[in-house]
Nanobody, 126 residues
Framework: QVRLVESGGGVVQAGEPLRLSCVAF????????MAWFRQAPGKEREFVAS????????HYADSVKGRFTISRDNAKNMMYLQMNSLKPEDTAVYFC???????????????????WGQGTQVTVSS
């Protein structure tokens, strides 16, 4: 079993950066695709970014392309989301997710992911 824990959320002003971290406990996740999703109040959970097992392939939602960067450090069992030029519409709870299958394509749909963190709140004020 894998337990994911996010950190780094907070309250920032529009235009400022923020970096989220996700650490995996239980077993190494170096062979597993991982992703970030987010959920704003009253809205469905949406895909933000995903990365393959070795960090060589990644995908982004159109709304964050050019502003957010996903990365991972398999030696530390961690994944990151660098968020720049934040906008009020980026306000949401951000979730870290990991697949149970090894060496799989970094999907954009939430159904592909088996392990989820509890989420970290990001609030961007205008």
């Amino acid at each position: 079993q894998v337990r994911l824990v996010e950190s780094g959320g907070g309250v920032v002003q529009a235009g400022e950066p923020l970096r989220l971290s996700c650490v995996a406990f239980g077993r190494p996740i170096s062979a597993n695709a991982m992703a970030w999703f987010r959920q704003a109040p009253g809205k469905e959970r949406e895909f933000v970014a995903s990365v393959d097992w070795n960090g060589s392939s990644w995908h982004y939602a159109d709304s964050v392309k050019g502003r957010f960067t996903i990365s991972r450090d398999n030696a530390k069992n961690m994944m990151y989301l660098q968020m720049n030029s934040l906008k009020p519409e980026d306000t949401a709870v951000y979730f870290c997710a990991a697949e149970a299958r090894s060496f799989h394509y970094p999907a954009e749909n939430s159904q592909s992911y088996d392990y989820w963190g509890q989420g970290t709140q990001v609030t961007v004020s205008s």
